[in-house]
Every structure is written in structure tokens, then in C-alpha cells.
């Protein structure tokens, strides 16, 4: 069974930093772009960052600056560094990767989310 397990969330202060984890298992092949999306309650899921398997990057404009996505191949694991954290940057964070399996299919898979608050 493939799957993402995200880790690192948590209740931060406004200014403080967290790092998120998103580590990829399962019969991989290779894992192409790998991103991360948030949703606010009431809100759609939106793109946070995403970076490909030769690590080119990008980010949403409200968190560039901020936030540094990177990726271990190694490992299958993708991460978000979040500084200099908002109020606003309150969501549950989804990790989403691109798998490409041993047997030759290509899926799509969302991570369980984990919840980042950020208190004024």
C-alpha cells in the first residue's frame, strides 16, 4: 500500500517557525513533483508549494519569502520550513505527490493533512 504521512504541525506563535514532514511509503518507483496545499475552514484547498524531482520550486505569492519547500529523493520525503508564521497562515496542511509505481502506474496521493495554528 502507498501512502504520505505528514508530520510537524502544531500551535505556534505569530513570528515563530515550524517544519513540516511528508514522507512517501510503499512500492515507489519515483516520485515526481511533490507539493504541499492548506485549507482555513470555510476556504478552498489552495496551493502552498510544490517542487519537482529535480528540484525546481514554487510557491504561492503569500508565502513567498517565508516559507522553503525542499525534498530527500533518498527518502521520499518532502518538507516545508515555515518562518516569520502569520495568523493567517492558519490551515490544515495536505501534502500531495505525484508516484510513479514499480508496476508502471502513475497515481496521484493526498497525505492525511496536519493542522498548523498560528496565534496572534
Known amino acids: 500500500q502507498v501512502q504520505l504521512v505528514e508530520s510537524g504541525g502544531g500551535l505556534v506563535q505569530a513570528g515563530g517557525s515550524l517544519r513540516l514532514s511528508c514522507a512517501a511509503s510503499g512500492s515507489i518507483f519515483s516520485i515526481r513533483l511533490m507539493g504541499w496545499y492548506r485549507q482555513a475552514p470555510g476556504n478552498q484547498r489552495e496551493l502552498v508549494a510544490t517542487?519537482?524531482?529535480?528540484?525546481?520550486?514554487n510557491y504561492a505569492d503569500s508565502v513567498k519569502g517565508r516559507f522553503t519547500i525542499s525534498r530527500d529523493n533518498a527518502k521520499n520525503t518532502a518538507y516545508l520550513q515555515m518562518n516569520s508564521l502569520k495568523p493567517e497562515d492558519t490551515a490544515v496542511y495536505y501534502c500531495?505527490?505525484?508516484?510513479?509505481?514499480?508496476?508502471?502506474?502513475?497515481?496521484?496521493?493526498w497525505g492525511q493533512g496536519t493542522q498548523v495554528t498560528v496565534s496572534s
Open positions: 517542487i519537482a524531482a529535480g528540484g525546481s520550486t
Open positions: 500531495k505527490a505525484a508516484v510513479v509505481l514499480y508496476s508502471g502506474s502513475y497515481i496521484e496521493l
